[in-house]
T-cell receptor
Framework: RKEVEQDPGPFNVPEGATVAFNCTYS??????FFWYRQDCRKEPKLLMS???SGNEDGRFTAQLNRASQYISLLIRDSKLSDSATYLC?????????????????FGKGTLLTVNP | SAVISQKPSRDICQRGTSLTIQCQVD?????MFWYRQQPGQSLTLIAT?????????ESGFVIDKFPISRPNLTFSTLTVSNMSPEDSSIYLC??????????????FGPGTRLTVL
């Protein structure tokens, strides 16, 4: 099983649509979870952290299910500017992944295109 | 957050040569990292740049190929040595910042796009 696995996409949705991305992770000891967005030919930028209680930031809602090792991102009322690749990111923080305690493990990303 | 700059932003190099990439942060940070993003792939951590000691490399990456310097808390360099076309990639530095919600978050520089001919 891959360390971080995401919906393969791509997703093509009309403006105003609601779209959901899913992500699963293999290391049950993982401690921190994030969604980053990456625009074409740009660096990843933090979209939001994901907390056990779930969290919302405007049109974006992130949820974490530790029992199922599952993370989701919901985008409501999608805008043209939401078009990007969305990266699910997990920090094992000393779990069985080895290497640095600060290692971020990235999913391959899901490409979203919002169409007018 | 932190403002991170990288130089060069892109380069085209001949195989067998080496390129040094610089990363500058606008504030002192404890943790700095170097990642690679190969075409069509996600990011892979190369190493953690430690200030005052040798970098910590991830599995599959070695110091001879990717020597790293970290002379102070705001600056680091990554050298890609004896390059081959397989080294063509985007190289990104990142820094870890302790967030207001008590979670550590990494912020990325704009990346260096390397093409090896």
């Amino acid at each position: 099983r891959k360390e971080v696995e995401q919906d393969p996409g791509p997703f093509n949705v009309p403006e105003g649509a609601t779209v959901a991305f899913n992500c699963t992770y293999s290391n049950s000891a993982s401690q921190s979870f994030f969604w980053y967005r990456q625009d074409c030919r740009k660096e990843p930028k933090l979209l939001m952290s994901v907390y056990s209680s779930g969290n919302e930031d405007g049109r974006f809602t992130a949820q974490l299910n530790r029992a199922s090792q599952y993370i989701s991102l919901l985008i409501r009322d999608s805008k043209l500017s939401d078009s990007a690749t969305y990266l699910c990111v997990v920090n094992p923080k000393g779990g069985d992944s080895g290497g640095s305690n600060y290692k971020l493990t990235f999913g391959k990303g899901t490409l979203l295109t919002v169409n007018p | 957050s932190a403002v991170i700059s990288q130089k060069p932003s892109r380069d085209i190099c001949q195989r067998g040569t080496s390129l040094t990439i610089q990363c500058q942060v606008d504030s002192q940070v404890t943790m700095m990292f170097w990642y690679r993003q190969q075409p069509g792939q996600s990011l892979t951590l190369i190493a953690t740049a430690n200030q005052g000691s040798e970098a910590t490399y991830e599995s599959g990456f070695v110091i001879d190929k990717f020597p790293i310097s970290r002379p102070n808390l705001t600056f680091s360099t990554l050298t890609v040595s004896n390059m081959s076309p397989e080294d063509s990639s985007i190289y990104l530095c990142s820094v870890e910042v302790w967030g207001v919600s008590s979670t550590d978050t990494q912020y990325f520089g704009p990346g260096t796009r390397l093409t090896v001919l």
